[in-house]
């Protein structure tokens, strides 16, 4: 039995060869070629959208870049766009996760950093 990370690895392949390819199409073959479920069926959607949200994100990002907009800029609006909708104590929960996670990112670059400086 294949897993989902072989399943998905083949559907990826099978884009990069032909990124012209209708992706319902793509996915209703592999659904089809690896027996998946209709579970099955809408993960595999669900992460290729995921992955369309993310190039589209890398694509804004290098287009902040070229217009000079900045990325605090784009990082800003980008956040006040995503929490649009939410209710107060919900802002002030996904902001101190995002701050949380920002810092350890930090501190472990830094950390890093330091373990490189000293070789």
């Known amino acids: 039995m294949e897993t989902f990370e072989e ?3 083949s559907y990826l392949e ?13 996915i209703a073959q592999k659904t089809t070629e690896h027996g998946l479920s209709d579970k099955g069926r809408a ?19 290098a287009d902040a870049k ?11 609006n980008n956040l006040d766009q ?12 996904m902001c101190d996760t995002l701050l949380k996670q ?3 990112q930090t501190e ?3 950390a890093k950093e330091e373990s490189h400086g000293k070789s």
Request: proline letters at 2%; charged letters at 25%.
């Open 14 to 26: 099978a884009f990069e060869q032909h990124p012209d390819q209708d992706v319902e199409q793509l």
């Open 82 to 93: 995503s929490l649009d909708g939410l209710e107060e104590g919900q802002k002030s929960v």
């Open 43 to 61: 993960l595999l959607q669900g992460t290729n959208a995921y992955l369309d949200d993310f190039q589209q994100k890398v694509e804004e990002i």
């Open 7 to 9: 399943i998905l690895a």
């Open 108 to 110: 472990r670059l830094i």
């Open 66 to 76: 070229r217009s000079k907009v900045g990325l605090n800029t784009w990082f800003s």
């Open 102 to 104: 920002m810092t350890q």
